[in-house]
């Protein structure tokens, strides 16, 4: 793939702190093939060199840090060289893992929203700063695709099946509730990122420089509907929650039946893989989970459902998308099972955390 455009991503180092710079903002900050390479080449060298002290990742837009993966490049290539498709998948979960294997502080200043391989690049990192603006998605079922980068590792973390609405749903929260659920580390104002760059440049301890200017975001949003949300959500199987949720009765019935119509817009075979993956990754570890998103990826690529949520809301913008299968009724077990599968020759394992901070990697 070509280098990145100039624009698009930027590193200076300023005194003992290396600052990467998200500058791809007419397109929210997408995150290229090129531009995660840089990345992947980039943090080996921090963690070799001894005048690094922390990495900060940061955004020049207020209105995103990163709003995920270019999908319309993914789509191009799937389309035309199933390999490098593969490729990009394989490299972009290798970055998940480097990030979260790097030994020294790394501080990712978040304003605006974060979806997808934004939140790859930044949930690894050892602090994780929300602006007024934050706005965390993982809105994969809509495209027909998952919730990938890991982040199932952490969704089958959270409490009261917080994680399995988040990724089954897609929807958007803000800082306050990603605080109390613990998906970022402080809550400061973005008007004073500027004075994180400067403090870490200066070497000033990471945690007194970042516990000194958090503020509270106040009460999580979240915990009007936590209850509604265990019980509906808690279900063996999709077509159960959505069953739960229509039938939900109470002070957020309303809101639950609004949960249940969006449900149904998604793609149901996203939505089934997305469950199950979300459920078994209670039992495994990083390093496993994004080694079997290469699995899943692997097999949405080879199907019509992620080229054909894309065209429908990326490409010609219809929000009409056709699923193949149509309903959740139409998902058979065994489909489901062909996406967990190993498939011989496609194994792909990544090293160790052992082994990456021997490499230093």
């Keep these: 793939m070509s280098e990145p455009h100039q624009d698009d991503i930027r590193l200076e180092q300023l005194g003992s702190a290396s600052v990467i710079t998200l500058q791809r903002t007419r397109a929210l900050n997408a995150l290229t093939i090129a531009m995660r390479a840089s990345l992947a080449a980039w943090f080996p060298k921090f963690s070799r060199d001894q005048n690094v002290y922390a990495a900060v990742i940061r955004s020049a837009s207020p209105k995103a840090f990163s709003a995920g993966s270019d999908v319309r490049e993914v789509i191009h290539l799937g389309k035309t060289d199933m390999e490098a498709a593969r490729q990009a998948f394989r490299d972009e979960y290798a970055l998940n893992w480097r990030l979260e294997c790097f030994s020294k502080p790394t501080v990712s200043l978040i304003d605006g929203v974060v979806m997808g391989g934004g939140v790859g690049i930044s949930l690894y990192g050892t602090h994780r700063i929300a602006g007024e603006g934050y706005r965390f998605a993982m809105p994969e079922t809509k495209i027909g695709l998952f919730p990938d980068v890991g982040v199932c590792h952490a969704f089958a973390r959270l409490p009261d099946q917080i994680g399995q609405y988040l990724g089954l749903t897609g929807r958007t929260i803000g800082r306050a509730d990603a605080y109390a659920l613990g998906l970022v580390t402080h809550c400061i104002p973005a008007a004073r990122f500027d004075e994180i760059v400067a403090g870490l440049a200066d070497t000033y301890p990471v945690d007194p420089l970042l516990d000194d200017r958090h503020t509270d975001p106040g009460p999580a949003e979240i915990e009007k509907v936590r209850e509604t949300i265990a019980r509906c959500f808690s279900a ?119 082994e990456m901070q021997d490499m230093r990697a």
């Design 236 to 354: 063996p199987d999709v077509e159960g929650i959505i069953d739960r949720l229509e039938t939900e009765t109470g002070a957020n019935s309303q809101w639950a039946k609004e949960v249940a119509a969006e449900l149904k817009m998604r793609a149901p075979l996203s939505l089934a893989v997305t469950h199950r993956h979300i459920r078994d990754s209670a039992s495994r570890d990083l390093r496993d989970v994004l080694q079997m998103d290469f699995r899943l990826a692997s097999r949405f690529l080879e199907d019509h459902d992620f080229y054909e949520g894309v065209r429908a809301v990326v490409i010609d913008k219809d929000n009409a998308p056709v699923w193949k299968p149509g309903t959740l009724a139409s998902v058979r077990s065994a489909a489901v099972d062909r996406y967990f599968a190993d498939v011989a020759g496609e194994s792909w394992s990544l090293p160790t955390r052992a």
